[in-house]
């Protein structure tokens, strides 16, 4: 890919490069005419690609004002004033995210052919990492924000985390998405290959402490003292994939009728038959490990610990993934 330079993008990786060029190949050799229809959005894409690295990096002072725009500048006002309104973000930042969203189309795009072209079908595996992959590019621009927007300037992972979203931004790329997505993606695999089992007695964190399937930084993290339980709880959420709120109906449940423990699958019959009109999401998907099931399930996880920050109200504040790449921001690099 070669060296990169500041405020450029690039539009596609190595493998992505190779995948899209082989699937458009046998498209053609097929005189299947969606091939020129890969062909026409990879083409968008480039475009925008180019677009994108065109705009001035978000620390970049066209002015060369006096109040110098730097990258403490931008955090201090990442911080302070937040990500609610688009007109706050740099323009990068918004055109930016707008690529992302076009390459995890096409490559969606692909996905769906490799299922309803049989000559593609060698390529489902490949297509559906790469597609993501991209879908944590998006996780990580908003754990980012989010973490942010939640923070103090003294906060020792502030400066990390500015330093990566802006990278974000400029790249449309992250080194510490590297390092944090496979760990997410381990738990969320170990969330079905464990059963996990909410208890009155034991907690969902020892139970997953005691679990040998996990990464060890996984379990360091789960050691570390969580006076208010908020980590626990959100770690409950995850798991479980319940609200906060309907986890607190079900521990009352469970204990005025004496139950000891439930699963996942007891949990949600249990809150049905408190109230059958109730939502709740069932991921029992033929692919349970699809990257949009675990990024549906952060973004449901997020919208309700902002409701309750807002509201003041008790349950986790933060989800999950906010506080374990919180705590890798705060390790030693």
């Known amino acids: 890919m070669g060296k990169k330079v500041m405020g450029e993008i690039i539009t596609y990786s190595p493998e992505e490069s190779q995948v899209l060029e082989d699937c458009i190949r046998i498209l053609r050799l097929a005189d299947s005419p969606l091939a020129e229809v890969v062909v026409s959005r990879s083409h968008d894409l480039q475009a925008l690609a180019q677009i994108v690295s065109r705009t001035p990096s978000p620390v970049r002072d066209l002015f060369n004002s006096s109040s110098q725009r730097n990258l403490e500048s ?33 490559f969606g795009l692909l996905g769906k052919l490799t299922i309803s072209e049989p000559l593609l079908a060698d390529y489902r595996y490949e297509v559906e990492n790469l597609y993501n992959d991209i879908l944590f590019t998006l996780m990580a621009e908003d754990l980012y924000s989010s973490i ?50 909410l208890g009155t007695l034991m907690g969902t964190m020892e139970l997953m402490r005691l679990s040998s399937s996990l990464p060890h930084v996984w379990l360091a993290y789960l050691q570390l003292p ?21 986890i607190s109906t079900l521990r009352s449940y469970m204990n005025s009728h004496k139950i000891a423990s439930v699963d996942r699958t007891m949990a949600v019959s249990i809150l049905k038959s ?23 399930s952060f973004l449901k996880r997020q919208r309700n610990a902002r409701n309750r920050r807002c509201a003041s109200q008790n349950g986790p504040a933060k989800t999950l993934e906010e506080y374990f790449v919180t705590y890798l921001l705060t390790i030693e690099p």
Do not use: C
């Not at 309104?85 to 995890?104: E, I, R």
């Not at 449309?172 to 381990?186: C, G, H, L, N, V």
């Not at 969580?226 to 409950?236: H, K, P, R, W």
């Not at 408190?274 to 990024?295: V, W």
């Open 74 to 106: 931008l955090t201090e006002k990442m911080v302070n004033q937040g990500f609610d309104q688009v007109v706050n973000l740099p323009v990068k930042a918004v055109l930016g995210h707008g690529f992302t969203v076009s390459k995890l189309h096409l």
């Open 148 to 197: 942010l927007s939640n923070s103090t300037e003294s906060d020792p992972w502030v400066h990390r985390a500015a330093k990566e979203l802006v990278d974000m931004w400029d790249f449309r790329t992250s080194s510490e998405k590297e390092t944090f997505a496979p760990y997410i993606r381990d738990l969320w695999r170990a969330r079905h290959t464990l059963v996990p089992v």
């Open 226 to 246: 969580d006076e208010d339980l908020s980590m626990n709880y959100a770690l409950e959420e995850f798991l479980f994939d319940l609200s906060y709120e309907q």
């Open 274 to 296: 408190l109230n059958p009109n109730a939502i709740i999401d069932n991921d029992n998907q033929k692919d349970r490990f699809s990257g949009m099931l675990l990024y549906h």
